[in-house]
């Protein structure tokens, strides 16, 4: 059975630190995403990580993948209040047709 | 284009009645995704469809779910008969085939059952 675990949970940060969460992930796969949510609301895609060492960046947001690892982060780089949310990661492993795998989900909160 | 479109966006009802949920896929997807999302259990994928054909429903939690698409433009899931702790967001996704295309997700249907 796949797992994908992330760290932490919930993390509470003061605008302008930088931060990374971690999401490690229990069966080869050599495909990642990154979503966030908002309260109430659906989930947004944010990353597509395709192979061993992708890095892809948006704004404040940056996201790598190891697949030797089985290791994904998202690095927040001076972080915004508007940066609050919770950030999921999902792992699919077969062929990018089947369901997401997701993780529990960190939620962050960005404080003025 | 409008997105995955998913009806009611709400929706109440008591124990032991029937609740369809509807999924309208983005057009030119051919790949479709319940999900159901709780604070005890997280996200959750429930069954998938290729093409309109059935794939995996493993993640159905209970014979009283069943999930159709009768084409490639509409799904619904079923519930019958709910119970409470059916209560949940219940989420519709839908993608292109292929590795490099991500889910898209609709807004959600919170179901209350009590």
């Known amino acids: 059975e796949l797992k994908v675990e992330q760290n932490p949970l919930f993390l509470s940060m003061q605008e302008g630190k930088n931060y990374t969460i971690y999401c490690n992930y229990s069966t080869t796969s050599d495909r990642l995403y990154w979503y966030r949510q908002d309260p109430g609301k659906s989930l947004e895609s944010l990353f597509v990580l395709l192979s061993n060492g992708a890095v892809k960046q948006e704004g404040r947001l940056m996201a790598s993948l190891d697949t030797k690892a089985r290791l994904s982060t998202l690095h927040i780089t001076a972080a915004v209040h508007d940066l609050s949310a919770t950030y999921f990661c999902a792992v699919d492993i077969r062929g990018g047709a089947d369901g997401l795998t997701f993780g529990k989900g960190t939620h962050l909160i960005i404080q003025p | 284009d409008a997105g995955v479109i998913q009806s009611p966006r709400h929706e109440v009802t008591e124990m032991g009645q029937e609740v369809t949920l509807r999924c309208k896929p983005i057009?030119?997807?051919?790949?479709l995704f319940w999900y159901r999302q709780t604070m005890m259990r997280g996200l959750e994928l429930l069954i998938y469809?290729?093409?309109?054909?059935?794939?995996?429903d493993s993640g159905m939690p209970e014979d009283r779910f069943s999930a159709k698409m009768p084409n490639a433009s509409f799904s619904t899931l079923k519930i019958q008969p709910s119970e409470p702790r059916d209560s949940a967001v219940y989420f519709c996704?839908?993608?292109?085939?292929?590795?490099?295309?991500?889910?898209?997700f609709g807004p959600g249907t919170r179901l209350t059952v009590t």
């Open positions: 057009s030119g997807h051919n790949s």
């Open positions: 996704a839908s993608k292109r085939t292929g590795k490099s295309y991500e889910q898209y």
């Open positions: 469809f290729n093409n309109n054909v059935p794939i995996d």
